[in-house]
């Protein structure tokens, strides 16, 4: 109708799918499905929805070669962690070896060595360099105008500034973080839960918002004590602050960042409740860990790739959620989760999904 309204009477074709609304899953509700069929479909669709699903593999003439520079451990069950995962599920995506290569820099804490890294891959010819970092901005900021037929991606933020060829990509974590919470307030039973933060800032801050803002909606008398270390690495100053929680009662911890190895030890040794985002966190204390937001920057990457196959080298920002299933809720096995509690955290994926649930800060 709106090509019409402004003279087009044809020559164009359109195609309904579910990620525009077109295609729409209809479940019966005289039928009782169970609650964990019903999220494994509300997730099928969501991946869908973000192309992870559907989105097929392009082809390039080379092997197509991408490096990543992190700033901790490709191992350490958080940040890291997750983009590394990432890649691994995008090569067997393209066909294995002989379609995608990457590598690593690991560890790169110390912002001078990694926009090193950074320009020594992109000086090698590099198709894709992923500075995974917000503080490796400035840096990628004076490198990327350098080597303009170099695609560069860095996160977590929406700012390509303005620079042709640079991605950029951040986490809706407050919505993960918001599921942590209203399922940390259902079960606490001394009504204190305890986050430990890093620095106050990108998808750390935002994933620490939610869960607070999700533990107050649940229950608004509960109260949510948060501290902040000023570090994103250092696992000594995450113990302590996680050893002041309990003793101030928290029976639920949660962080985030590659530091929370350090809180997760002492939910052990407390048997307090552990909450866990970036990546899944389970294997550390099954006893312990309740659930983990895992993200998925796979979903990112693969539309990356297809515009660089495209030939677009930048200049568009991503962000992972619930929605596009860039970010998953992952329930532990090993957790006995009572069954009201998780039809709860099922029943607010779906809100928020759906936007009947609207995530508000600061109550």
């Known amino acids: 109708m709106d090509l019409i309204g402004d003279g087009t009477y044809g020559g164009t074709s359109f195609v309904i799918d579910l990620a525009n609304g077109g295609e729409v899953l209809e479940f019966n509700p005289d039928f009782d499905i169970p609650a964990d069929v019903a999220a494994l479909a509300e997730e099928t669709i969501a991946e869908i929805s973000g192309g992870a699903v559907a989105l097929q593999a392009p082809k390039f003439e080379d092997v197509f070669q991408v490096a990543v520079v992190m700033p901790s451990s490709i191992n350490d069950l958080a940040f890291s962690q997750s983009m590394y995962d990432a890649l691994v599920s995008v090569q067997e995506w393209m066909g294995g070896e002989g379609a995608m290569e990457f590598v690593y820099s690991d560890g790169m804490f110390v912002v001078d060595d990694a926009a090193a890294a950074i320009r020594d891959y992109a000086a090698e010819g590099f198709d894709l360099v992923i500075a995974h970092g917000s503080q490796y901005g400035s840096s990628l900021q004076e490198i990327a105008p350098d080597f303009p037929e170099t695609s560069f991606a860095w996160g977590t933020t929406v700012d390509t500034f303005g620079i042709g060829n640079i991605f950029a990509y951040e986490a809706a974590s407050h919505e993960g973080g918001y599921v942590n919470g209203v399922i940390a307030a259902s079960l606490s039973e001394t009504g204190v839960l305890g986050v430990v933060g890093p620095i106050e800032t990108g998808d750390a801050k935002l994933y620490v918002d939610g869960f607070v803002a999700g533990a107050l909606a649940t229950n608004p008398d509960i109260q949510v004590n948060v501290n ?77 790739v297809q515009m660089i196959a495209d030939g677009t080298y930048g200049g568009t920002s991503f962000v992972i959620d619930l929605a596009n299933g860039g970010e998953v809720m992952d329930f532990n096995a090993d957790y006995e989760l009572p069954a009201e509690v998780k039809s709860l955290a099922l029943d607010t994926i779906k809100g928020i999904v759906d936007g009947s649930i609207t995530i508000v800060f600061g109550e």
């Open 228 to 304: 902040y270390i000023g570090s994103f690495s250092d696992v000594a100053l995450a113990s302590e602050a996680a050893s002041t929680h309990v003793a101030a009662g928290a029976d639920g911890l949660t962080g985030t960042a590659q530091m929370v190895v350090g809180a997760i030890g002492v939910a052990e040794e407390s048997g307090a409740m552990w909450f866990g985002t970036q990546a899944s966190q389970s294997g550390l204390a099954p006893a312990n860990v309740v659930a983990n937001q895992v993200y998925h920057w796979d979903v990112v990457l693969k539309e990356v």
